[in-house]
């Protein structure tokens, strides 16, 4: 497998950049797009219609997710901290988002029979409306370059399995190299991020091992 050899800066790593997208309802760099309508293709010839939920998110959107949430929480009393580990059961820190990137997709089969939330596991197995696209997808999308984030492995910590989550490695890999080369703590109190002010060195290295690395090991660089 062939990576990009190209420099990211700081901003297009916390989603602050302006990366040149492709995409109809959805956003991905050049070669993730032409990647993922190739695979969209060939998945359409067996009758399943891939359809992105959610692609590119800059910094800006995923702030307000979490400002909304932890507002919410400390409003119910929750401390700052207990307030932070509830947000990061489901969603990610601003600015240390994969979908920043423009190479990570949610996707779901548009063919499929489903109502209701789409994003749920059980919608992948069984009889979920959705097994046959997870079935597709394990057998043929690493040929597109794309790879299952958050695994169904029991030992994994960090994000909870995401069978609709997909990376596009080629790019992905050497953005997440370039991305651990980031202060972390540092970045997120300086684009002063709500309750950023109670990270300690323990929760950044907790979540960067467990949020940020616990992933496919195909997806380490």
């Given at each position: 497998m062939a990576f990009a050899s190209q420099t990211y800066t700081t901003k297009e790593l916390i989603g602050k950049g302006?990366?040149?997208?492709?995409?109809?309802?959805?956003?991905?760099?050049?070669?993730?797009?032409?990647?993922?309508?190739?695979?969209?293709?060939?998945?359409?010839?067996?009758?399943?219609?891939?359809?992105v939920v959610s692609s590119y998110r800059n910094y800006a959107h995923q702030n307000r997710i979490w400002e909304r949430k932890f507002k919410r929480y400390t409003k119910q009393g929750l401390t700052p901290l207990k307030a932070i580990e509830k947000i990061i059961a489901y969603s990610t820190i601003p600015g240390t988002s994969r979908h920043h990137w423009a190479t990570d997709i949610d996707i779901i089969d548009r063919n499929a029979n489903y109502s209701g939330d789409v994003l749920v596991p059980d919608k992948f197995h069984g009889d979920g409306p959705f097994c046959k696209l997870r079935e597709w997808l394990e057998k043929n999308a690493?040929?597109?370059?794309?790879?299952?984030?958050?695994t169904d492995n029991a030992q994994r910590k960090g994000f909870k399995y995401e069978p609709w989550h997909y990376s596009y490695a080629p790019l992905s890999k050497p953005m997440l190299s370039a991305y651990r080369k980031?202060?972390?703590?540092?970045?997120?109190?300086?684009?002063?991020?709500?309750?950023?002010e109670h990270f300690n060195e323990k929760f950044i290295n907790s979540y960067i091992d467990e949020n940020i690395l616990d992933i496919n090991p195909v997806l380490l660089s």
């Open positions: 302006n990366p040149v997208v492709f995409g109809n309802g959805f956003s991905l760099r050049k070669e993730a797009y032409d990647a993922f309508i190739q695979m969209r293709s060939a998945a359409a010839k067996e009758g399943i219609a891939i359809h690493e040929t597109y370059g794309f790879y299952i984030v958050y980031l202060h972390l703590k540092e970045m997120l109190q300086a684009e002063k991020l709500m309750g950023s």
